[in-house]
């Protein structure tokens, strides 16, 4: 081995000996199944929430539709930045419909949720500005904020009183505050309360109000809008983010925001001027699933109906957790207790993952349930009795 690589060797171990050792797990996937040396188990960590990504019949559909004749070409790839030569139609198309589908100005459609987190927040923050941020938001924002040059105070989670005191306290010297949180956090499942960040921000005519709809986005609301639609505050977030990559079966990411935020990103976000632009052809199945995500309101009942069951029957045991969603952790303790819960999860047939720090705080490593629209009832009920 290169002595330069001495060290990374070194931290491998290190991850190894405290069970954190992260691989690529190799896995086939057969609908709601996934099927590992030869075992097949119900996939219990999938974003997929609403099965459409397993839908060979959407598939079929999509592939019939933009063969139809009349279409334009969709290349498998926009070979540019869409500030180049990278910005189809089917960007607009599809820019137009989530504008009109949120009832507001415009929307600005970004290569992944990683890109709209990292490169929006450093685009819209300056020395004046104030970044207060949720403990628990995701790493993507994280980053974002690192790339920031401005100031930033972690309030702790969903402590609502506490931010309240921090912009008391702080309002006056900044001419900005922009306000940072998920709807539905991707670890313990549990929901902001926008509407009451939507009466913080009101009363401060410096707040923003950046909102990360990632796990809610085709899950909450009739439209499936999110859960800014479930709360009736669309019109009131600056800065309303989702992502296809989850529920929405595609890959990529949006945010929907006046058409002057819009203008400002263009200009100034760098994870969207120096990246190449999403393939058309993607961007034509993002649209095809957007057109279709408002009727998909049986789907969604369903998954909450699931997600309720399993929430009550870890209460009925006794098992203490957060959740208010489809996602829903079992809270255990060390990484290594948690790795070895999944692994007897797994055996049983269930696919669940353990997730370790430094991707939740240390001391709470957990199991994540993940659940999607396509688990039976009688799937439920058996992974009820093996948990
Ligand atoms: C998954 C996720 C992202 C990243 O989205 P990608 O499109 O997968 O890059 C961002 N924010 C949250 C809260 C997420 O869960």
Redesign the pocket.
């Known amino acids: 081995m290169r002595e330069v690589y001495e060290s990374y060797a070194t931290g491998l171990g290190q991850l190894k000996a405290a069970d954190c050792l992260r691989v690529l797990p190799q896995a086939e996937h057969c609908g709601k199944w996934i099927v590992r040396h030869g075992q097949k188990m119900l996939n219990l960590s999938s ?1 997929d929430y609403l099965g459409l990504a397993s839908s060979t019949e959407l598939y079929n559909e999509f592939m019939d539709s933009i063969h139809s004749a009349g279409m334009p070409p969709l290349p498998l790839s926009s070979s540019s930045s869409r500030l180049l030569t990278g910005n189809f139609e089917v960007y607009d198309m599809l820019e137009k419909t989530l504008a009109d589908m949120y009832g507001r100005e415009s929307a600005l459609v970004l290569s ?6 990292s490169g929006i927040l450093p685009a819209i923050s300056d020395r004046n500005t104030l970044i207060l941020a949720d403990k628990l938001v ?1 790493a ?2 994280i980053d974002g904020i690192r790339l920031c040059e401005c100031r930033c105070i972690r309030y702790r989670h969903q402590d609502y009183s506490q931010l309240e005191n921090i912009i008391e306290k702080e309002a006056g010297s900044y001419k900005r505050i922009i306000i940072v949180t ?1 709807s539905i956090f ?1 670890m313990d499942g549990d929901l902001a309360q926008l509407q009451r960040l939507v009466d913080i921000k009101h009363r401060w005519p410096s707040i923003m109000l950046y909102v ?1 709809e ?2 809610a986005v085709g899950v909450r609301g009739d439209k499936g809008l999110g859960l800014a639609e479930e709360s009736g505050c669309i019109q009131d977030i600056d800065l309303l983010c989702g ?4 529920a929405l079966a595609s ?3 949006y945010v929907i925001c006046d058409r002057i935020i819009r203008e400002w990103l263009v200009n100034k976000m760098r994870t969207l001027i120096f990246t190449t632009a999403l393939p058309p052809l993607n961007v034509a199945w993002s649209l095809f699933i957007m057109r279709r995500i408002a009727d998909c309101g049986d789907l969604r009942n369903r998954l909450a109906r699931t997600s309720s069951s399993l929430r009550e029957a870890f209460a009925g045991l006794g098992i203490q957790m957060p959740s208010q969603s489809h996602i829903i952790p079992m809270i255990i303790g060390s990484g290594s207790d948690a790795a070895s819960k999944a692994e007897e999860m797994q055996k049983k047939g269930f696919y669940v993952l353990p997730i370790r720090p430094p991707t939740v705080p240390e001391g709470t490593s957990r199991l994540r349930f993940s659940l999607t629209a396509d688990i039976s009832d009688a799937d439920l009920q058996t992974l009820i009795e093996q948990i």
């Open positions: 974003n992944s949720g990683y890109h709209m987190n995701h993507s924002i998920e991707s990360d990632a796990h992502t296809f990559g989850k890959a990529g990411a």
